[in-house]
């Protein structure tokens, strides 16, 4: 498997402007999140999925975040209008069903640069 | 919202030295996990410890839990400028893994 892969890597964007990042999980993971990291803030978890079904959005900043998950290989994260602050790294990861035994994989992430 | 807190913050030492991180955490967990960051990149997973366990090893690194204490601790013994990264701690629990702010760990050669 060739792990999790998140588009486009980097993003420069202008205030304003519609975002919107991509992520292919590993094929058999049930779960998929998306996290934000910043300097100020660290690692925060904006909304998980299980089987294609968003679980806790109560990350998510504000209604301009917006993510969905069609089906089980594809999730997407919506930022419309996208604003300064929301300049960040932003990280997909996914998982199976043991929680006991095996952590997350991640992507390499999107970094987000909005201008 | 940040469930852990590592220490120290940043960590230099020489290669070939153990480096030891510590991550204290809040509310109770099914598990704890480690995860390391090279600059630039993805966080990969190095070892996860449950909540029933004392202490776990995988290569160099060693981990031990006190929940009691609500602590844990990251051991890498002789490091290698390979190590130099950011590491973090992630505890889960209710479903959520929640990370600490991480420890910036320099392996001078």
Redesign the interface.
Known sequence: DAG?IQSPRHEVTEMGQEVTLRCKPISGHDYL?W?RQTMMR????LI?FNNNVP??DSGMPEDRFSAKMPNASFSTLKIQPSEPRDSAVY?C?SRGRD???????????TRLTVV | SQQGEEDPQALSIQEGENATMNCSYKTSINNLQWYRQNSGRGLVHLILIRSNEREKHSGRLRVTLDTSKKSSSLLITASRAADTASYFCATFGAQKLVFGQGTRLTINP
Do not use: R
């Open positions: 999790v999140f996290y660290g690692l925060e978890l998980y679980i806790d990280f990861a929680t006991y035994n095996y952590g997350y994989t991640f992507g390499s992430g």
